[in-house]
């Protein structure tokens, strides 16, 4: 920040959580608006071919890569001042700032930068950013990911994370037990149905390791992918849960199918947005933020019933799951502390230096 490479400070934007029973967060980022990049590709097709003469993270800054990143061979946190860089390992994986910034640490992992993968979920990209999650060690940091169609605004391979001091309202949502994988009960990756909340979608988590529970998600994403279906991931709770969102605003937006009033708020309901924070472009948007208007939003993300029930089905295929006979309900427990703040503290102290 003090070497000027963001956009503008995201420090400076209005935060708050808004009345009701979701507690969806709101902040109003005018700047988002007026200096994010542009989205440079077509919106109704999922799977483009990567076009290195549009903007891609090849062509970022060396001042804005923050450092290399791998996965742990041991399960614990290591950080190198320096390494030796072999060719024989391949590309490496980057974490670089956003210099379009949403929250504290808002940063974009890119999966082997130089070898230029389109905006496309595979089994390896996935489990490196659980990996992310997980040796970070702190619940108030997230990764997301949006496939195109579902607000990805650059057509190269990456995932995004950031801190926010609160739970998402979506991370509190029921959950109803609906597949799981075919393997002992204690070693399984368990599917849920999210139950009451604006938006339809699944909740992954369980395995006895990592690479189960990454393998049956990207089978699932991978399947949308094939079959031209947007949607947007959370990866929460240090990689234990992921949430999976299929969504069709941009669709819907595409064949005028969306509310005018909606519209003009100019607000693209990506992952974060889905997940309950809500980062508004309008101060008058800010000053009249209600969790009527969130949920309005968000109802217009969410595939129809019948459409996500057979979504539901295609994905208990694909990843090779089978249907629970009971649908066990699971109130969830947050690992957070209720709030009853309207005002969203900073994760960190903006001088605060992080020693692992």
Aim: aromatic share 10%.
């Amino acid at each position: 920040m003090n070497r000027g490479l963001f956009r503008y400070d995201v420090t400076s934007c209005e935060t708050k959580v808004i009345s009701g029973k979701y507690g969806f967060i709101a902040q109003l980022n005018e700047g988002r608006h007026l200096k994010k990049r542009l989205t440079e590709f077509r919106i109704d097709k999922v799977l483009q071919p990567f076009d290195k003469n549009k903007f891609n993270f090849t062509k970022v800054g060396q001042e804005e890569v923050l450092f290399r990143f791998e996965p742990s061979k041991d399960n614990k946190s290591h950080y190198l001042p320096s390494s030796s860089v072999d060719s024989r390992e391949g590309a490496p994986n980057v974490v670089a700032i956003n210099v379009s910034p949403i929250e504290y640490g808002h940063v974009l992992l890119i999966p082997r930068v130089l070898d230029c993968f389109p905006q496309k979920i595979n089994c390896e990209s996935l489990l490196l950013a659980l990996h992310l999650a997980r040796e970070t060690s702190d619940h108030f940091f997230r990764v997301g990911y949006n496939s195109l169609g579902a607000f990805a605004t650059i057509n190269h391979l990456h995932f995004q994370a950031y801190y926010l001091s609160v739970p998402f309202p979506i991370e509190k949502a029921p959950t109803c037990r609906t597949m799981s994988s075919k393997e002992p009960y204690k070693t399984r990756v368990m599917v849920s149905e999210i139950l009451n909340y604006p938006v339809r979608g699944l909740v992954f988590e369980g395995g006895s390791k990592l690479r189960d529970l990454s393998d049956a998600v990207a089978n699932s994403c991978i399947f949308l992918q094939s079959n031209n279906i947007a949607f947007n991931l959370l990866i929460s709770d240090c990689g234990k849960r992921v949430f999976l969102l299929p969504q069709c605003y941009a669709e819907k937006q595409a064949h005028g199918k969306v509310n005018q009033e909606l519209l003009d708020t100019q607000v693209n309901p990506a992952v974060w947005e889905i997940s309950g924070h809500m980062v508004l472009k309008r101060r008058k948007d800010y000053e009249e933020a209600s969790e009527q208007y969130a949920c309005r939003l968000l109802a217009e993300v969410s595939l129809s019933e019948n459409k996500f029930k057979e979504v539901k089905k295609c994905i208990c295929e694909a990843a090779n799951l089978q249907f629970e006979e009971d649908c066990i309900k699971i109130q969830q427990e947050s690992g957070f502390e209720s709030t009853t703040l309207t005002q969203v503290n900073s994760h960190l102290r903006k001088d605060c230096l992080l020693l692992h």
